[in-house]
């Protein structure tokens, strides 16, 4: 490893990057030659060949995509070890990117404690959008997000969050409209308000029930679909921060309590932003004051929509 140069590795990720090294030298200021010296002499440190190249194309060879993607996570590595040994203070500072979970969880709840975080510590910069993504996060720019479910066994950091319970509501209308539901495959014969997935998969305990949306609404909106639901549509599923105080006051009724499903909210990221003091300092602040923010919003609820 001593013998390899930082420069060279450098050299093969610009052309691995922009697939030639004519668009490699003009996007760095190096020129080809240079280029192709340093890659070459990478090649024959490490007595492997990185590159397939032809007088019209370029490509990686299986052992060269293997190296990219282990040496450009290595150097986001040590980008993270230089901001950390540069930390020389306690005020926290630097950009944290972060993706959330939408609706009401991310805009409503998470979102106002990461800008009294920003408040408390004006020298992080959040960027923070509630794009639906499943991706692998050592190789996306996200230094944490907030994830629903359960997560995956990886090498990355989770922490838990809160636990969120997914309930089925109609109003009280709907059901006197309709013959009682006792077990989820009553469901099928109704119409059901439903968001991106046709398909809802009941359980309970070892037990699963799979309906299908036959007939009904499709609403890709959380708060939305509540107003369907109180407005009479049919049986939605949500969360509980959406539906508890409308069960409380009586304007929904939930329905199959005991298929009611807990579910995870994490916190996830990469370990090596973990390292960094405000991405810590966000996950500590998130753990400390999500559950009462939660708890809040299950006995307030959001404003009763208007009724059929």
Known sequence: ???????????????????????????????????????????????????????????????????????????????????????????????????????????????????????????????LDFSSLREDLMDSPYDLVVRMGELADSSLVARRLHRVTTRYVASPAFLARHAPIQVPDDLRALPLIYGSVDHWLLARGSEQRLIQASRGYRIISGRAMRQAALSGLGVTRLVDAYVQADIARGTLVEVLPDWAEPTPLSM????????????????????????????????????VGPMA
């Open 268 to 303: 996830v990221c990469p370990p090596h932003r973990f390292q960094l003091q405000r991405v810590r300092g966000l996950m500590d602040w998130l753990k400390t004051h999500f559950a009462g923010a939660y708890e809040k919003a299950l006995v307030q609820g959001l404003p």
């Open 1 to 127: 490893m001593n013998d390899i140069s930082l420069r060279w590795v450098r050299a093969f990720l610009l052309v691995a990057e922009h697939g030639s090294f004519t668009a490699a030298a003009q996007a760095s200021g190096h020129s080809k030659a240079n280029l192709s010296q340093q890659v070459t002499a990478l090649e024959q440190a490490l007595a492997v060949q990185l590159l397939h190249r032809t007088t019209r194309s370029l490509r990686l060879t299986r052992i060269g995509e293997g190296y990219a993607e282990r040496c450009q996570l290595a150097f986001r590595q040590l980008e993270s070890a230089s901001e950390w040994a540069m930390q020389s203070t306690r005020e926290l500072s630097g950009r944290i990117r972060m993706n959330s979970v939408g609706g009401l969880i991310g805009e409503e709840l998470v979102a106002p404690l990461v800008f009294r975080f920003q408040q408390r510590h004006p020298g992080v910069e959040i960027e």
